[in-house]
């Protein structure tokens, strides 16, 4: 069953360094779909290659005891920054026909609609709190200008997925989805 992308916790600064470590355990990639042209459900830490730990260069480190704005911190938030823009694609999704949830970004709008937005996993992300790693942001360029959605909305993206990093103002992703179809998010019938 996917996530549904409400469902993911709104990390602050500080908290982003715990909650995230903890949300990002890879798992198995979702298995592709029978039918030709169709696309396979991801789950957002399907985007994650096995093995890769975020907070790896921070074990030793006491986050909880972090205060924002102390010096420490923000040394710390630099070095994990650095990490995180740098996180590595799941180069097996490269190339891939995929569907994924999440939250809309919007990067490029014109009078026509959004051209261009980053797709994330939680509520806040690269908006409110900071960016999360390059690995849980993908760059939407849709097939068409999109109308009717605004910041932090929920969809549906589909589209054939591509490991290619890119920073923006609002974070770096360390994927692409051109041609993307993007849908309201719905809920899975239960």
């Given amino acids: 069953m996917p996530h549904d992308p409400r469902s993911f916790a709104r990390p602050t600064r500080r908290l982003a360094l715990l909650s995230l470590a ?14 030709p042209g169709a696309y396979t459900e991801l789950r957002w830490d399907d985007l994650v ?11 030793d480190k006491n986050i909880g005891a972090l205060v924002d704005g102390d010096p420490k911190t923000m ?22 026909a995929i569907k ?16 261009e937005f980053l797709l994330v996993p939680y509520f806040g992300a690269c908006v409110h709190s ?12 849709p097939a068409k200008p999109i109308t009717g959605f605004q910041t932090m909305d929920t969809v549906w993206v589909s589209g054939r997925l591509r490991a290619a990093r890119q920073g923006s103002p609002m974070g770096t992703s360390a994927y692409r989805l051109e041609a993307a179809l993007v849908d309201r998010y719905q809920a899975p019938a239960r």
């Fill in 22 to 35: 903890a949300a990002l355990s890879p798992a198995a990639l979702a298995q592709p779909s029978s039918k």
């Fill in 49 to 59: 290659p096995k093995g890769w730990d975020p907070m790896a260069g921070f074990k």
């Fill in 75 to 96: 040394d710390m938030m630099s070095k994990l920054r650095e990490v995180w823009d740098n996180a590595p694609a799941e180069t097996r999704l490269d190339g891939a």
């Fill in 100 to 115: 994924l949830p999440g939250y809309l970004v919007p990067l490029d709008e014109s009078k026509a609609g959004i051209t």
């Fill in 130 to 141: 900071p960016p999360p790693p390059a690995n849980q942001i993908v760059l939407v360029v």
